[in-house]
């Protein structure tokens, strides 16, 4: 007896944001890999996040693991565009005293 061996394709999708996620969930590669960094099992990450399959976060993982130079460089490019947004948004508004002046707006 045999067994056929079919390669299956990995639960990545890159939607039109530019932004890897498992499958058709919402969680995004960035999360699984953060996760798989910290230490977590893929137990622990599907465990965490419902909506993933295990199987899938093996795949991920596995993913990560063959293709970690990629990857990282995928994830340092979404890392640095994240802080130009931080700064694009704090430059459009000043974040100092913000709580003080959304505590004098609740308390009118």
């Given at each position: 007896m045999s067994l056929a061996v079919d390669p299956e394709p990995v639960p990545l999708v890159t939607g039109a944001d530019g932004v890897v996620r498992v499958g058709t969930t919402r969680?995004?590669?960035?999360?699984?890999?953060a996760a798989f960094r910290e230490g977590a099992t893929a137990e622990e990450i599907a465990q965490q996040y419902p909506t993933l399959r295990l199987a899938d976060v093996y795949s991920v993982i596995a993913y990560y693991l063959r293709h970690r130079t990629t990857v990282d460089t995928y994830l340092a490019e979404?890392?640095?565009?994240?802080?130009?947004?931080?700064q694009e948004n704090e430059g459009r508004s000043d974040p100092t005293g913000i709580r003080d002046r959304l505590l004098a707006r609740r308390s009118e």
């Open positions: 969680v995004t590669l960035d999360t699984v890999v979404r890392s640095r565009l994240g802080k130009e947004a931080r």
